[in-house]
């Protein structure tokens, strides 16, 4: 292995902390600096790692012991951040979605590409050994032609733990841009890019009570639909029927079925790594479980940018741009069915990522 990729972290709220754990973990990352807008938030989030250079964000992104800036903000300003990294010439990976709407997106796609710097963005967590082994459950036959695959997010709403839920209930939000990255992105690493899609989507209340920490019992607005379900047309001609809800209160449906001509696979939840894929044939009574076959193991956030530093120059990462694009287009073309009742051609597509083999970092 080489040099280690020197890490500067922007944005140090609620998920930094497992993305730090992983950092500190994997010989191929070091952290070199971290910043916020509120520099409180970012000394405290180094507090396990005393001697962390905290600087301001320009500071941040001008330092040539940065090789990559590790985008952690808030969606509304996450292409902002990757444009000021990508114009430093570093190479940037996103917390998901890529950019609170595609155009902005496309903008960091462009910038990245004009530099000839590498764009990452979550989720790598259908990198894990869950996602992984479906995958080549589905990619060895073991289900014969994928048919149709579910897709289902049931949650009352993140603002019960997250004590600054604001961004969830802005555009950029919602449950589908919010949890959606996680199922689609694992449905096209399952089945491939989608050509179309059909939405419908609702709203329960126009308003939020935050149940955590310093704001607790503050009402927030809520500007966006926050119960999502469609239907998802793979370009392999698989149907993928999605149900994203912050207005319900549980589900005891599996995350992830996919539905083949000879078999069904439950797909463990892809906002986790790991997790035990499940199968029925035609004919079988009941289910067995797989062996974990694929993927890296006991992975942690974090695990798609040390992908990212492994993979070669001019090679697309596996949690890389391209695919987050398609991702965020796939959603937004769905919004776009439920506002006007129509189908929607998706106009990116994608490659399925390289499968990841058994592999422990
Ligand atoms: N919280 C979770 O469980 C979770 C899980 C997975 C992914 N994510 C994703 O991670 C990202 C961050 O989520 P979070 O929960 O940590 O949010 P958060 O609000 O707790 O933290 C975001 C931080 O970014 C900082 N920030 C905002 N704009 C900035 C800018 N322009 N420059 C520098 N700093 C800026 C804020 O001050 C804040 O400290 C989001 O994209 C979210 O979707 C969160």
Not at 190 to 218: F, N, Q, Y
Request: glycine fraction near 12%.
């Amino acid at each position: 292995m080489g040099q280690p990729l020197n890490v500067g972290v922007v944005g140090c709220g609620a998920i930094s902390a497992q993305y730090l754990r992983t950092i500190d973990r994997l010989p191929g990352l070091r952290l070199a600096a971290v910043a916020d807008l509120d520099p409180g938030r970012a000394a405290a989030a180094v507090a396990p790692w005393p001697g962390t250079p905290v600087l301001p964000v320009a500071d941040l992104m001008a330092d040539p012991g940065v090789d990559v800036v590790l985008n952690l903000t808030v969606p509304a300003a996450h292409a902002e951040v990757a444009l000021q990294a990508i114009a430093a010439g570093k190479d940037v990976y996103c917390e998901k979605p890529l950019a609170a709407n595609s155009a902005d997106a496309a903008r960091v796609l462009r910038a990245a590409e004009a530099a000839g710097v590498r764009v990452g963005c979550a989720p790598d967590t259908v990198l894990g050994t869950g996602t992984q082994t479906a995958r080549k459950a589905v990619d060895d036959g073991l289900v014969g032609r994928p048919v149709a695959a579910t897709a289902t997010m049931v949650t009352p709403g993140h603002e019960r733990w997250h004590p600054n839920p604001d961004f969830y209930y802005v555009p950029g939000g919602g449950p589908l841009l919010d949890m959606g990255p996680y199922y689609v992105t694992s449905l096209v690493t399952l089945l491939g890019p989608v050509t179309s899609v059909i939405g419908a989507a609702s709203r329960l209340r126009g308003k939020r009570t935050i149940g955590s920490g310093p704001r607790r019992g503050e009402e927030i607005p809520v500007s966006v639909d926050t119960h999502v379900t469609g239907v998802l047309v793979h370009e392999s001609g698989a149907l993928s029927t999605l149900v994203m809800s912050f207005d319900a209160a549980a589900t005891k449906a599996p995350n992830i079925e996919v539905h083949g001509e000879r078999g069904s696979l439950v797909v463990p939840d892809p906002n986790h790594f790991d997790g035990v894929v499940r199968l029925s044939g035609v004919g079988d009574e009941g289910w067995r479980d797989l062996p974990e076959s694929a993927g890296y193991v006991a992975a942690g956030r974090g695990v798609g940018l040390a992908d990212l530093a492994t993979t070669p120059a001019g090679q697309e990462p596996r949690a890389g741009g391209t695919l987050a694009f398609h991702v965020l287009d796939v959603m937004e073309s769905l919004l776009a069915s439920a506002a006007s009742g129509a189908a929607v051609t998706v106009a990116s597509t994608c490659e399925r990522p390289p499968a990841v083999p058994l592999l422990t970092l």
